[in-house]
């Protein structure tokens, strides 16, 4: 009851700010979401590792990082768009990541978690440095006409491509809902993530799960990588920021709430966004991020304390 | 005792004619992962294989041994070092980023050979932890200090209007990424654009792409408010083509749009949303029309390495290599103090379009280049707008609006 009440209340609560935003500042709600879109459809991939795996990747941006590089190649190569580079770039990303599972993080994962930070840490560094070796630090950026495309609403103008990003967070949420709760494969994944030694007894192959689910989250990340090569250029520093931002958000959410990172990343980007909007909080837009997830850990610990 | 003389003879005079036949070592530090530091690099290889294909200097070959400092200052230091203690070089060249520059100066006063910079614009750091002479003559800083192009910038734009009378600027906004060289951008265009309330300036950072931004949907809302004759970034290259596809998303198209990048990224010139963007530099290719020293520098240079000089740290370490050459064979030694004597005396006609000689800056006693250009893409190939002397186009104004 209480619980129902409260949600009632939140949720009363966000369409009366979501209504406000229109009203006042409709370019925060709209390039709020946007980012959003784009923090959750990057995090999400990695949440779904840490819930099931339990392991923190702490490559996981450079996983896109490689996959932008990859749909950049062939995109050169074969002169094809890079929204068409999606699905062979998801493919390729699938595989190259259960080839690494396979090698390095499955050895690691009996060891302490310090290990396997430690492992992935190094799967970054070597990621970054190949690139760096094969395409030099130089950036590169497909000019695509489509990512300027833009809509008028009375006075404002603005860029509707980021819209596909929220597209893609919203199927990735649900994709991953459906295929967790629905499908034998990934009720499986969902008794490994919960109880491994439980799951084994009933006869679930622990490290193949772990090991599929490794390769759809770097799919979802390698598609990820194909699409943001669209918006953005590319360098092999470039995927780097984007682990460290999934992390928090996954730990504002809760591991292994997937819903939660897209909330959060709504929370994240409006407030961002809100504050870029004015003068005086202009520059005060990268410190909401952390302002944020201090807010929610420490109000988490004080509830959990509490109860 | 006669047999211990003999020896000591034949040893002396081997030694002798193998110094005679000898080389001059140069230790070039660049950051070889940017294309700045890889360009600039071959650049310098480039000349000095000119030099050694020509004879040498003082019967000597020259040698370039080059050391990456990855554009990090404590690398840079480590580079110094190496390059003083292990390979001996005689003189130092090389250089981009301040932040590595910085690295390297207490380890370049405590060997006190020449140096010749290419880089390092940033005069806070880099020229104030030179200081003045005597302390830092061994310095010769070619590339202009911050707020030498500042000035340059300002000098250009007030030329501009003055020669073509549709070009009128008030309003300019500054688009700044918020690192350390976008805030030093910002605060030199406040007191060189608004400083005598000539122009009303306003501006806005962003984060930049390359450190995990790349919205900068924010930062065009503010300048489309403000309604800017001239709007200018100052970012990097990661930011070019992001910048432009938003703010034709956005309707943005103000008079001038003008970016400030260190360099731009590969097949900027190709792209459409590259027409008429205006930018800031020294050297472009569509100089090799009109200045000779350009032409035999493009010319050598695409048929030695098989690409284009991306940017103008390629023209500017070729011309530092053969500054140092020339200042070695007047000078007839590497000694310190006559080689700075020499140089002092240099006449360069440089690639880059000018005659480059030494003058004080604000702090150190031998400042090379202090102005840079103003220039536009056009069609694909980046043209001099100014100075005047050295054009090879017209401008294009106002920047169109977009369809």
């Keep these: 009851m209480v619980v129902k009440r409260r949600t009632a209340i939140i949720a009363a609560m966000s369409i009366a700010a ?68 999606i699905i062979p770039t998801a493919i390729v990303t699938a595989i190259f990541g259960w080839v690494i599972f396979q090698l390095t993080i ?18 970054a560094i070597a990621f970054t440095q190949t690139i760096n070796l094969i395409f030099t630090s130089q950036t590169y950026k497909i000019p695509l006409d ?71 989250a770097m799919a979802l990340v390698g598609a990820m990588g194909a699409l943001f090569l669209t918006k953005s250029a590319i360098f092999p520093g470039v995927g780097t920021p984007f682990t460290m931002k999934s992390f928090c958000l996954i730990a504002m959410a809760g591991v292994g709430n997937i819903p939660g990172i897209l909330g959060a990343s709504v929370l994240l980007g409006v407030a961002e966004n809100f504050l870029r909007a004015f003068r005086p909080t202009r520059d005060w837009a990268e410190i909401v991020f952390f302002v944020l997830i201090i807010v929610v850990i420490v109000g988490r610990s004080l509830k959990g304390r509490k109860s | 005792m006669k047999r211990m003389m003999l020896a000591l003879a034949v040893f002396a005079l081997i030694a002798g004619s193998a110094y005679a036949q000898g080389t001059i070592k140069i230790g070039g530090i660049w950051t070889l992962a940017d294309i700045t530091g890889k360009q600039g690099s071959a650049a310098a290889q ?39 203690t292990v390979d001996k070089v005689d003189v130092f060249m090389g250089g981009m980023g301040s932040g590595a520059e910085l690295g390297k100066i207490p380890a370049f006063k405590k060997y006190g050979k020449v140096v010749m910079s290419t880089g390092a614009a940033g005069s806070v750091t880099v020229e104030k932890a030179l200081g003045p002479s005597p302390e830092s003559d061994f310095y010769f800083h070619i590339h202009p200090w911050d707020y030498n192009q500042g000035a340059s910038y300002a000098e250009g734009w007030d030329a501009i209007q003055k020669q073509y009378p549709n070009i009128k600027i008030r309003k300019i906004f500054l688009a700044y990424e918020e690192g350390a060289f976008g805030k030093s951008s910002w605060d030199a265009t406040k007191i060189l654009f608004g400083g005598d309330n000539r122009y009303i300036v306003d501006g806005a950072s962003f984060k930049s792409a390359l450190f995990g931004g790349g919205d900068y949907t924010s930062v065009l809302e503010a300048a489309k408010a403000f309604k800017p004759d001239l709007f200018l970034w100052a970012g990097y290259d990661a930011d070019a083509l992001p910048l432009l596809e938003q703010s034709k998303a956005m309707k943005f198209s103000p008079g001038i749009y003008l970016g400030a990048p260190p360099g731009w990224p590969i097949g900027f010139g190709s792209s459409k949303l590259s027409r008429n963007v205006m930018l800031y530099g020294m050297w472009s290719p569509a100089m090799n029309d009109n200045n000779p020293a350009s032409a035999k520098f493009y010319k050598n240079y695409v048929a030695k390495y098989k690409e284009e000089p991306a940017t103008y740290f390629a023209p500017l370490s070729y011309s530092a290599v053969y500054i140092l050459a020339d200042g070695i064979k007047a000078a007839g030694t590497t000694e310190t103090a006559p080689l700075i004597k020499a140089l002092e005396a240099t006449k360069y006609a440089s690639p880059l379009g000018e005659t480059i000689t030494f003058k004080p800056s604000n702090i150190i006693k031998h400042q090379g280049i202090t102005r840079q250009k103003i220039l536009q893409w056009q069609g694909g190939f980046q043209e001099v707008i100014w100075p005047f002397e050295a054009a090879t186009a017209e401008p294009v104004y106002p920047f169109p609006a977009w369809k």
């Excluded at chain 1, 499955?106 to 290990?115: F, I, T, V």
């Design chain 1, 106 to 123: 499955r050895r690691a994962l009996k060891g302490p978690e310090l290990n396997q930070l430690i492992l992935t840490f190094g799967l």
């Design chain 1, 18 to 85: 979501t209504i406000a935003l229109i009203l006042w500042k409709p370019t925060v709600l709209i390039y709020g979401l946007q980012a959003a879109g784009l923090y959750a459809a990057v995090a999400i991939p990695m949440g779904l590792v840490l819930g099931i795996v339990h392991i923190v990747n702490l490559s996981h941006g450079e996983f896109m990082m490689v996959a932008a590089y990859a749909a950049y190649s062939a995109c050169k190569a074969l002169g094809m768009d890079p929204l068409l580079a």
């Design chain 1, 146 to 216: 489509y990512v300027s495309a833009s809509m008028d609403i009375g006075d404002i103008t603005f860029g509707t491509w980021s819209f596909v990003f929220v597209a893609v967070a919203i199927v990735y949420t649900y994709g991953l809902q459906f295929f967790l709760t629905k499908t034998t494969t990934g009720k499986a994944a969902l008794a490994v993530g919960q109880n491994p030694r439980g799951a084994a007894i009933v006869g679930i192959d622990v490290y193949r799960t772990y090991g599929l689910v490794f390769a759809l």
């Design chain 2, 46 to 84: 480039m000349a000095v294989d000119e030099i050694n294909a020509a004879g040498g200097i003082l019967g000597k070959k020259l040698d370039l041994i080059v050391v990456d400092d990855e554009g990090k200052a404590d690398k840079a230091a480590a580079a110094v070092e190496k390059l003083a």
